[in-house]
């Protein structure tokens, strides 16, 4: 007889993820079952999917328990694990308030890029505090076929890679991923925005992420975004002592992005939970066989 996996279906500014709650780290989730869950044909669809377990019950967040009791194992579309995911843990949040873990207020999550503080608004909006950017030295070029651009390095416990450009259409269909040099700058492959001005601090980007093609949003890259154009507008809170805010458009939705005096990053931006349902587990078997 088939068993069932409980599932559900959210997204970010349509960053969509498949929805896994399993608090005891019970649900075997290799790369092929990710990949075959995420895939919008045969499977259930999603940019990436959302392991919900408590931290005490994953090796990789027991020593995050102490300070968050859910752990989002983060995967891509295509089954790799990646540290962080802005739009996803957003989507997280409104799953643990979805299934009564979480009230309105403040709420501690661990990922892999450590632990993360949200807070979920009255009005529906839910915060991220995302940490730091760190911005490596070195000049970067990322390439579409044989357009090439220059870019920023922006790490944000994920690789991004951010490259100006005349007109986000300059970027092509993305069907591919972008190349990017030279290779030492990104050992493990990267994220790649392209974006475009709009007015005093909004800009307009489109991403090619790693491990999924090109998405609707990224709330990390949106974060890298944001302090990239900040840098490039001459803009450092940390040395004026006051925070800077920008507005990043992106094809799924608008994300507000603030960097403080600390260098600590906030990002703003709904989320939501689409569907639920359940997973045939001897589909998934045969999917990954
Ligand atoms: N969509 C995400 C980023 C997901 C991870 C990324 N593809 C990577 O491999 O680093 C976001 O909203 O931040």
Known sequence: MSTRIAFLKG????????????????????????AALCDRRAGIG??????????????????????????????NGDGSVAEMCGNGVRVFARYLQHAGHAVEGDLAIATRGGVKTVHIAKDGDITVGMGRAVLPEGDVTVAVGEHSWPA?????????????VADLADAGALFTEPSFAPAAAYPDGVNVEFVV?????????????????????????????AVAAARRDGLDPRDTGLPVTYTVDLPG??????????????????????AEGAIETEWLENAVR
């Open 152 to 164: 920023r390095n922006v790490n944000m416990g994920n690789p991004h890679a951010v490259a100006f």
């Open 253 to 274: 939705g608008t994300l507000v992005i603030t960097e403080h005096p600390d260098g600590e990053i906030e990002m703003t931006g709904p989320a939501v939970i689409v």
């Open 46 to 75: 999603g940019d990436g999917l959302l392991h919900v377990v408590r931290s005490a019950a994953h090796p990789e967040a027991r020593g995050m328990a102490d300070e968050a009791e859910w752990f989002m194992d983060y995967r």
């Open 197 to 225: 001005g709009r007015g005093p601090r909004h800009v307009a980007m489109r991403v090619h992420e790693r491990g999924v093609g090109e998405t609707r949003s990224c709330g990390t890259g949106a974060c890298a975004v």
């Open 11 to 34: 997204h970010g500014t349509e960053n969509d993820f498949v929805i896994v709650p399993d608090p005891e780290n019970a649900v075997e989730l290799p790369a092929a079952a990710v």
